[in-house]
């Protein structure tokens, strides 16, 4: 055994280097070491890894939720023809983190102390065997050792009780992969003020679908502006007064539920309005996405709320820009130069004392997210706290996205109880670590610029059109209703 253990450790450090090829059974199924004798799911341990006895397990894992007939993604990878189609480009694609999508990865600057609910991750080990099997010629292997297909069920979101569906469907062109981001206001019919204990979308046409943000439009003013397809073109935010955020959902984000006694609340004769950012595909499709919910009966006793900060223009409001390179003589200033790979701008607030008379309870936060432009390529959110307590350090990173990318945005919640969650107290500082890519170098920006039929980078500043930038930390916080709410 220690031999096998010894092999596998090999693989795991990593991966061009790894060397299989040189191995004597090139091109043929691995002797198998060790199989479950009774439990039918004891994985097969190979020394050299085979499609049959560990990649299929892998790409069942962490691919095939969207990479199966009918899913979102643009082709399947579920037989041994299909990822030995596309081994080349997904060796690249998961070597550079780009699959399975998913921002939040630690690195030096920011470690994250805690799980991440459906972490689509491949760990160090599934990526070393998926790179080492296809450098090493992929073998089959023993058919008998192949697993049962696995089947992900359609997400449902449990206990549901309103479905929201777009007005009409929404027709998606084809027009040259054109991204398009609009707004679908929606009116719930909620009489009262009403509270959500759990959210979820469910996009209609999945493959152009990328990624849906829900907002709260407290004064109904989204109506007014949808046009003939019963939408509007927005793509910072909804454009309307004091929006507050539900969710940010992205393929292979699953429903949320904050539990009976936790709920978000949605104000009386609010509007949601769900932004929808589509990614065409080579076919015209029409879009109806849904939004359910699941309301609570009664008032809970903790509330939860998506607090979007950040957005810091100069130094001068509540929440103050940090100096940072370039800044003018007059003080820090949000402006990333253009051709510049490496721009960072940060922001921080110190959480105030009281809110509206009350002091400000201590807050758990359940989830995070990260939102910037284009340009935006690493962001970060940390908290320095005033008076940590047992289990709460005094400094901690609650969230790094080193691999973000717009198409991509979603939220990520802790998988903790609640009692274990990160806090936010009185006094405590949050900080905000942006970073920019603001050169022809970023994919992302190539295209925008291109989109806008603009030839080189140009400054960008603040603001909400797709060539301003943003830097926004999402948290989702919970904490004890009080006589406001
Ligand atoms: C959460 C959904 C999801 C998961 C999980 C996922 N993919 Fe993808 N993948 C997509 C989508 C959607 C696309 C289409 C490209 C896009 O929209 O960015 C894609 C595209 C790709 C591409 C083509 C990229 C290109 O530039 O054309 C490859 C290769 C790929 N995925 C490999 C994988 C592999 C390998 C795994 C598992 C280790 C995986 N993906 C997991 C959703 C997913």
Redesign the pocket.
């Known amino acids: 055994m220690p031999s096998i253990r010894a092999a596998v450790a090999a693989l795991a450090p990593f991966l061009g280097l790894v060397t299989l090829a040189a191995c004597s059974q090139l091109g043929e199924p691995a002797g198998v070491v060790e199989v479950g004798t009774d439990a039918p799911d004891v994985r097969p341990t190979e020394t050299v890894p085979t499609f049959a006895g560990t990649i299929e397990r892998?790409?069942q894992d962490?691919?095939q939720?969207?990479?199966s007939e009918g899913g979102?993604?643009?082709?399947p990878?579920e037989s041994y023809e299909d990822?030995r189609g596309?081994a080349s480009?997904?060796r690249?694609?998961?070597v550079a983190k780009?699959?399975?999508?998913w921002g939040a990865y630690d690195d030096d600057a920011c470690k994250v102390q805690h799980k991440i609910k459906d972490d689509?991750r491949?760990t160090d080990d599934e990526l070393a065997k998926?790179v080492g099997w296809i450098d090493n010629g992929m073998p089959r292997g023993d058919e008998s050792l192949r697993p049962a297909p696995k089947h992900y069920p359609p997400v449902v979101l449990e206990g549901k009780t309103n479905t929201l569906t777009m007005a009409a469907p929404y027709p998606v062109l084809a027009a040259g992969g054109k991204d398009d981001i609009q707004c679908f206001p929606i009116d719930p019919g909620f009489v009262n003020d009403t509270w959500i204990g759990g959210t979820n979308v469910v996009p209609g046409a999945s493959q152009v679908v990328?990624h849906v943000i829900v907002y709260v439009d407290p004064k109904g003013e989204s109506a007014a502006k949808a046009g003939a397809n019963q939408s509007y073109p927005c793509f910072g935010g909804p454009d309307v007064s004091n929006p507050s955020l539900l969710l940010a959902w992205?393929?292979?984000v699953p429903p949320t539920n904050y539990g009976d006694n936790v709920g978000l609340k949605i104000p009386k004769g609010a509007r949601l309005v769900l932004q929808v950012h589509y990614?065409p595909t080579n076919a015209s499709v029409a879009d109806q996405t849904k939004f359910e919910l699941r309301v609570l009966a009664d008032k809970p006793d903790y509330v939860a709320q998506v607090l979007l900060l950040g957005n810091a223009k100069d130094d001068q409001g509540p929440i103050k820009l940090l100096p940072g390179p370039g800044d003018p003589a007059t003080g820090p200033a949000f402006v990333i130069p253009a051709n510049v790979a490496d721009h960072t701008e940060s922001m921080e607030v110190t959480l105030p004392e009281t809110i509206q008379g009350f002091p400000l309870p201590t807050l758990s936060i359940a989830a995070t997210g990260t939102h910037m432009h284009w340009a935006g390529v690493d962001m970060k959110v940390e908290i320095e706290r005033k008076n940590p307590t047992e289990g709460q350090p005094a400094k901690e990173c609650l969230v790094g996205t080193p691999k973000y990318d717009f198409?991509?945005q979603r939220g990520y919640a802790y998988d903790e109880p609640m009692e274990k969650l990160p806090t936010a107290a009185a006094g405590d500082k949050l900080r905000f670590t942006c970073k920019y890519d603001n050169t022809m170098g970023n994919k992302h920006v190539r295209k925008a610029l291109a989109e806008q039929h603009i030839a080189t980078p140009t400054e960008i500043h603040l603001g909400e059109q797709t060539l301003d930038e943003m830097c926004l930390g999402v948290l989702v916080v919970t904490r004890h209703a009080n006589l406001l709410d």
């Not at 780009?98 to 999508?101: H, L």
Request: charged content about 10%; aromatic content about 6%; some cysteine.
């Open positions: 892998i790409l962490k691919c939720r969207c990479h979102i993604a643009p082709f990878l990822i596309a480009l997904s690249a694609k998961v780009e699959m399975p999508p689509l491949l998926l990328h992205a393929p292979g990614h198409n991509w």
